[in-house]
């Protein structure tokens, strides 16, 4: 299978635009040197020999370029900032979602939608969400962020509006779901659940059947760079998604997923971006024609740990298998730098009360990087069960790993 999800025949006639992304990007000091000897973009195999960006390649772009939509209002965005640098994005009004809702319909006129995505600081999610329900005629309930002591009320609210579609990034929507299950609450008409921003979890698909069993998935891939790439329905694989025809999927021998966006209205130069997931190129059992793409994960995971490469996925993989844990995350606290305690917060199951000291030997044990960084010091790495972990107060997500900086 080739290793792009559209045909030479189908990229052809469209690969002008890539073209013109490849200009904009030679206008940049510090990044028009790295095109130098490379021919004009005329085919597939011409594309896959360009170099790809990566975030902060876009990032010193976007600096110079400043994009400006011709018509109505430009929206800036940013995401990230955990454990990287910010990512900056730039959107049209609309934010694209035309093209999304005319090949990817999961809301319709009969729907009442609630709209989880945080309203937070020049994050996108919320906006790029109510648009798209907007263009499904649907009745929206703009609902946003929501504190913790506020649940019983909302989700009561939810209960007798007849709420039929929720939308959110899994973090938040975990909340949601586990404490409506914890508090008996059931949501008998909800039938959608819209998610984008982070991997589905298989908790949130078992506590959805518990409160919501009618309620199947429906998932949208992107960035704040790329805005949606793909989307999958409840007939897909949670990992797999089928790219939109103006989005160009590309994976290379180093299995890391690229894009490039062949709409002539983009505002950024994506041009072989890379956001740091893997992937592969695959078919996707639905039976929907044409290569979709399977998400790996994020290959950008491992950080150093007082000299030594700590794979983040492969710690928290391993104490999300420990009986009673729903989800793990990784918390590193720095002293000028240099890496001094390790916490490993786990969110557990209702009722579960994990063998935290069995569980932080086995991680020394089982883990190079942790034994020996921290040979002469293992009370550094503790193992804590907690009632949420931490979370980005203005998106919701919650990221495998928290940096903190001390003096």
């Known amino acids: 299978m080739t290793s792009f999800s559209l045909l030479p025949e189908e990229a052809a006639p469209r690969l002008s635009v890539a073209r013109r992304t490849l200009d904009r990007l030679r206008t940049v000091p510090g990044l028009a040197g790295r095109y130098d000897g490379h021919p004009d973009v005329r085919t597939l195999d011409g594309l896959a020999a ?20 011709e018509h109505a209002a430009t929206w800036l965005f940013q995401s ?35 709209n989880a995505w945080g309203a937070g600081r020049m994050w996108g999610a919320h906006f790029l969400a ?75 698909a078992e506590d959805l059947a518990v409160v919501a069993p009618q309620a199947r998935r429906w998932g949208m891939f992107g960035s704040t760079e790329t805005w949606v790439v793909a989307t999958n329905t409840p007939d897909c694989p949670p990992d797999t998604f089928h790219p939109l025809p103006d989005q160009l999927v590309h994976t290379d021998r180093d299995g890391l997923l690229d894009f490039t966006t062949l709409n002539p209205h983009m505002l950024n130069p994506v041009l072989r971006y890379r956001t740091g997931d893997g992937g592969e190129l695959t078919t996707c059992p639905c039976g929907r024609p044409g290569p979709a793409m399977r998400v790996l994960g994020r290959r950008d ?20 298998r420990a009986p009673g844990v729903a989800r793990a995350q990784l918390v590193l ?39 020996t960084a921290f040979q002469h010091d293992p009370g550094n790495v503790r193992v804590r069960a907690v009632t949420e972990l931490i979370s980005n107060d203005r998106t919701g997500k919650t990221a495998a790993l928290v940096v903190r900086e001390e003096a």
Request: net charge negative; proline share 6%.
């Open 80 to 114: 990230g900032g955990s454990t990287g640098a910010p990512k900056v994005g730039y959107a049209p009004t609309g934010f694209y979602m035309a093209g999304v809702h005319a090949h990817w319909r999961p809301l319709d006129r009969s729907d009442v939608f609630v």
């Open 333 to 371: 606290t720095q002293h000028g730098g240099r890496v001094q305690e390790l916490d490993v917060l786990l969110l557990t199951a209702p009722g579960s009360s994990p063998d935290t000291e069995h569980l932080r030997k086995e991680l020394l044990a089982a883990t190079f990087t942790l034994s």
């Open 50 to 69: 360009l170099p790809p960006l990566a975030k902060d390649d876009l990032n010193t772009a976007l600096a110079h370029l400043e994009p400006a939509a």
């Open 301 to 320: 995971s491992v950080v150093q740990v007082r000299g030594l490469g700590l794979d983040v996925d492969e710690v928290i993989a391993h104490a999300e």
């Open 130 to 204: 109510s648009a798209l329900a907007d263009l499904s005629g649907c009745r929206i309930i703009a609902l946003g962020s929501v504190a913790r002591d506020e649940y019983d009320g909302w989700l009561e609210f939810m209960a007798a509006r007849g709420v039929t579609a929720i939308g959110g990034t899994p973090s938040v929507l975990r909340l949601w779901f586990a404490h409506a299950r914890a508090a008996g609450i059931r949501l008998p008409a909800l039938r959608k659940v819209l998610w984008l921003g982070e991997a589905w979890q298989p908790q949130l």
